[in-house]
């Protein structure tokens, strides 16, 4: 386990370590198990910069996390889901895994006190008026089943707008198990729980950032909070890894879909909305649920670079705009390269796919391709402007399924 951060605070995060599996609340499951590899990432972490005061946009710019281009697996657009916790007394526990940063109204109260964008608990007590504090050991937990299985290499527990009341540590724990388990086929003694994080302080109005180092396919992850208080929101950034038989079964799907397995390497630009908006599920719903970038000035042109989940042939190609109307890409054009190269072990070269065609604003583009195998895909977009979705819709070559078999049996 490596850490970094001053001596005092290593102590502690691995001293509370030990603690962590002293005890549990009843339903928290048994205590932790081994520990793999983490970093906490000082500046984010214990007496972190908290997020700044005035205006909303600067107060949650991303900090410069090393994991910070990874999918969040715990995305609720991918079908994550929080489906357990202990307590959630003040604000439910659906609200970890809300897209976008938390939001903050003083004067927002209700009847048990004040609204707050996040999982908060009520105050932990002792057991007598000799002993009104909690045991050390005491803490709350909420069980999260992520969108999409894969390889965790980053957490952020942001702990944005809980300043009084936010926990005093937290850890985090992973296991791979049936992706619609229910609540309490997880909490059984029998299942193994991989610790994340051991037991490591926080900040208060912060982004408490750990990266992971745990080469293994994860399904369902476990936040506890010590002894009590609030978390806004929990990220959990990996790779997906998708079930290859289930794919193999479906033949023809989404070779560069999130949930499938496909990823955004590079893009030229996102100012206005990230390009993984673009392989999301379903339909854009808003504007701001696609990819758009700053208007240019210059003669140039902006694209982003995908993966597909492994080497396939696309067969078919959709290219949405909704919701972009004044500010949708002028024209498009689609290339392909197959990354496995040739018996040298070189990369292929670009090869276009769909040459460039003109795009209507707010509208469903569609169009039959020639069949070449794949690994990657390069959408340029003229001159600026956006796409909402792109699906690229195709089989895995007899060389990609083998792969991806091979690559799910040594992660798990």
Same mark, same amino acid.
Do not use: C
């Given at each position: 386990?490596?850490?970094?951060?001053?001596?005092?605070?290593?102590?502690?995060?691995?001293?509370?370590?030990?603690?962590?599996?002293?005890?549990?609340?009843?339903?928290?499951?048994?205590?932790?198990?081994?520990?793999?590899?983490?970093?906490?990432?000082?500046?984010?972490? =214990? &007496?972190?910069?908290?997020? /700044? !005061?005035?205006?909303?946009?600067?107060?949650?710019? #991303? *900090?410069?996390? +090393?994991? $910070?281009?990874?999918?969040?697996?715990?995305?609720?657009?991918?079908?994550?889901?929080?489906?357990?916790?202990?307590d959630?007394?003040?604000?439910e526990?659906?609200?970890?895994?809300?897209?976008?940063?938390?939001?903050?109204?003083?004067?927002?109260?209700?009847?048990?006190?004040?609204?707050?964008?996040?999982w908060?608990?009520?105050?932990?007590?002792?057991?007598?008026?000799?002993?009104?504090?909690?045991?050390?050991?005491?803490?709350?937990?909420?069980?999260?089943?992520? =969108? &999409?299985?894969?390889?965790? /290499? !980053?957490?952020?527990?942001?702990?944005?707008?809980? #300043? *009084?009341?936010? +926990?005093? $540590?937290?850890?985090?724990?992973?296991?791979?198990?049936?992706?619609?388990?229910?609540?309490?086929?997880?909490?059984?003694?029998?299942?193994?729980?991989?610790?994340?994080?051991?037991?490591?302080?926080?900040g208060?109005?912060?982004?408490?950032?750990?990266?992971?180092?745990?080469?293994?396919?994860?399904?369902?992850v476990?936040?506890?909070?010590?002894?009590?208080?609030?978390?806004?929101?929990?990220?959990?950034?990996?790779?997906?890894?998708?079930?290859?038989?289930?794919?193999?079964?479906?033949?023809?799907?989404?070779?560069?879909?999130?949930?499938?397995?496909?990823?955004?390497?590079?893009?030229?630009?996102?100012?206005?909305?990230?390009?993984?908006?673009?392989?999301?599920?379903?339909?854009?719903?808003?504007m701001?649920?696609?990819?758009?970038?700053?208007?240019?000035?210059?003669?140039?042109?902006?694209?982003?670079?995908?993966?597909?989940?492994?080497?396939?042939?696309?067969?078919?190609?959709?290219?949405?705009?909704?919701?972009?109307?004044?500010?949708?890409a002028?024209?498009?054009s689609?290339?392909?390269?197959?990354?496995?190269?040739?018996?040298?072990?070189?990369?292929?070269?670009?090869?276009?796919?769909?040459?460039r065609?003109?795009?209507?604003?707010?509208?469903?583009?569609?169009?039959?391709?020639?069949?070449?195998?794949?690994?990657?895909?390069r959408?340029?977009?003229?001159?600026?402007?956006?796409?909402?979705?792109?699906?690229?819709?195709?089989?895995?070559?007899?060389?990609?399924?083998?792969?991806?078999?091979?690559?799910?049996?040594?992660?798990?």
């Amino acid at each position: 386990m490596t850490r970094t951060g001053d001596e005092d605070m290593t102590g502690q995060g691995q001293e509370r370590g030990a603690d962590a599996g002293a005890g549990s609340v009843s339903g928290a499951g048994p205590g932790p198990g081994p520990v793999e590899a983490f970093t906490a990432l000082t500046a984010f972490t =214990g &007496a972190a910069s908290p997020y /700044g !005061g005035g205006n909303p946009f600067a107060d949650y710019r #991303r *900090g410069e996390l +090393p994991f $910070a281009g990874l999918t969040d697996l715990a995305d609720r657009r991918l079908g994550a889901g929080v489906i357990a916790a202990g307590d959630e007394f003040f604000a439910e526990r659906e609200n970890l895994l809300r897209p976008g940063p938390a939001v903050f109204d003083p004067e927002h109260f209700g009847h048990k006190g004040k609204v707050m964008d996040g999982w908060e608990t009520r105050r932990r007590r002792g057991p007598s008026a000799e002993v009104p504090h909690p045991d050390p050991a005491d803490h709350d937990w909420a069980l999260i089943r992520l =969108g &999409a299985p894969g390889v965790i /290499g !980053g957490l952020v527990v942001d702990t944005a707008h809980f #300043r *009084g009341n936010h +926990p005093q $540590a937290v850890s985090v724990e992973a296991t791979s198990h049936s992706m619609s388990a229910a609540p309490e086929d997880l909490l059984d003694p029998e299942v193994e729980w991989t610790v994340l994080v051991p037991r490591t302080e926080v900040g208060g109005h912060a982004e408490n950032a750990f990266a992971v180092h745990a080469e293994r396919r994860f399904t369902h992850v476990r936040l506890r909070q010590y002894p009590d208080g609030g978390v806004a929101r929990l990220r959990v950034y990996g790779e997906v890894v998708p079930d290859p038989g289930w794919l193999a079964e479906l033949d023809t799907f989404d070779l560069v879909a999130l949930e499938n397995g496909g990823s955004v390497e590079d893009a030229s630009d996102r100012f206005y909305s990230p390009p993984e908006h673009t392989v999301l599920p379903g339909r854009s719903r808003q504007m701001d649920d696609g990819w758009e970038t700053r208007r240019r000035r210059d003669t140039g042109n902006d694209w982003i670079r995908y993966r597909l989940v492994e080497q396939g042939v696309i067969r078919a190609v959709e290219i949405d705009t909704a919701y972009l109307k004044g500010n949708a890409a002028g024209w498009v054009s689609l290339s392909i390269r197959d990354g496995e190269g040739g018996a040298d072990g070189t990369e292929g070269e670009w090869v276009q796919l769909v040459p460039r065609v003109r795009l209507q604003p707010d509208t469903v583009h569609r169009f039959l391709v020639n069949q070449i195998p794949a690994t990657h895909v390069r959408l340029d977009i003229f001159p600026d402007g956006g796409i909402s979705r792109l699906r690229l819709y195709g089989s895995l070559t007899a060389r990609g399924a083998a792969r991806l078999a091979e690559r799910t049996a040594a992660l798990s």
